[in-house]
């Protein structure tokens, strides 16, 4: 049963740091690359940093130079640091397989909230 569980998430004022982490079950770890994901109120699920098997990352445009995605094959685990947090970073974080769809399952979110 595929099954993620994020924590780490809080209130946070702005240009502060948080460090999100990620258990993955279920799935072939090592042969996904990884995400992480984060849905505004009132807005759809945006793609914030995947990073491959291999390691190499990429982010939106949004968080370049902010965040830090991370991934630990023998922990199954993905991380994702966040610094210089600003309000529109409000939202619930989500991990999944890089390119998941809304068939895809989701855990329940980690709660992120920027304000001073």
């Known amino acids: 049963q595929v099954q993620f569980v994020e924590s780490g998430g809080g209130l946070v004022q702005p240009g502060g740091s948080l460090r999100l982490s990620c258990a993955a079950s279920?799935?072939?770890?090592?042969?996904?690359?990884m995400a992480w994901y984060r849905q505004a109120p009132g807005n759809q699920r945006e793609l914030v940093a995947t990073?491959?098997?291999?390691?190499?990352?990429s982010y939106a445009d949004s968080v370049k130079g902010r965040f830090t995605i991370s991934r630990d094959n023998a922990k199954n685990t993905v991380a994702l640091q966040m610094n210089s947090l600003k309000p529109d970073d409000t939202g619930v974080y989500y991990c999944?397989?890089?390119?998941?769809?809304?068939?895809?399952?989701w855990g329940q979110g980690t709660q992120v909230t920027v304000s001073p």
């Open positions: 999944n397989i890089a390119n998941a769809g809304p068939t895809n399952y």
């Open positions: 990073i491959s098997r291999s390691g190499r990352t």
């Open positions: 279920g799935i072939n770890f090592r042969t996904n690359a």
